[in-house]
């Protein structure tokens, strides 16, 4: 795993753990506190990917299944794609509802979406890229591949309000279904040491050095 994924995922599980902390609550977690919710969440990861995965769990991944979306394809950069989508179809329905999808703002933003769609299959999952995958992530670039193709159909076809809405859904829903499914893969094949490098990468992203449980401010 290099290091862009391990920051992806670090980024992730930072985000997730922030949102499970009380919004009034300025108090930093320590170090433990951290180190005890990447284990819950990883171990939960793990618990949903365990049937299918469970040789992975003791025995070292083939180089293969050790590469990532970024080496040899890239499936996070898709579905930033399809998130930077989803989130403009959101904001075109918003001025459909007042002005119908003829309005200038809903073309633009279905044109932005229709671009990002482009990048994702011209540029990120180009068919050399996706061959070399393993069987996991190229399930993952194929089911981001196939909702491209089908939400430019639907985009380039748009006549409805409600159209637009179905089509807002299911790319929110899918690309969701695809982030979620790549995260909890990745974090099934994370060694020990990859675990403690995500661990001091979401203590950065907390605000918070990895010394830092040793103080007593910290522990009060």
């Known amino acids: 795993m290099d290091t862009n994924a391990i920051e992806g995922i670090a980024s992730f599980l930072a985000e997730v753990i922030a949102s499970r902390k009380p919004r009034v609550d300025v108090t930093l ?30 025995v070292t991944p083939a180089p293969s299944e050790q590469a990532t979306g970024i080496a040899t394809g890239c499936v996070p950069c ?47 999952l180009r068919p050399e890229l996706i ?8 399930k993952l670039a194929e089911k981001a591949l196939d909702l491209s193709r089908s939400l430019r159909h639907d985009l380039e076809g748009l006549s409805t309000v409600q159209e ?10 899918t690309r969701q279904e695809i982030g979620s499914g790549w995260f909890r893969e ?10 403690a490098m995500v661990e001091r990468k979401i203590q950065e992203r907390m605000g918070q050095s990895p010394q830092e449980d040793a103080t007593p401010e910290t522990e009060e």
């Open 131 to 138: 061959v070399g995958l393993p069987d996991w992530e190229k």
């Open 78 to 124: 898709s579905i930033g794609h399809l998130g930077t989508c989803s989130g403009l179809l959101n904001e075109a329905m918003r001025f459909a509802r007042k002005d119908g999808v003829e309005s200038d703002e809903v073309i633009n933003r279905a044109n932005m979406c229709l671009d990002e769609l482009n990048a994702l299959e011209r540029v990120d």
């Open 186 to 195: 990745r974090l099934s094949r994370m060694s020990p040491e990859q675990r």
């Open 29 to 58: 977690p320590t170090v433990e506190d951290l180190r005890a919710q990447v284990s819950e969440i990883y171990e939960s990861a793990s618990q949903e990917t365990q049937g299918e995965l469970e040789s992975a769990e003791v």
């Open 164 to 173: 637009l809405e179905a089509v807002a859904a299911r790319t929110q829903g």
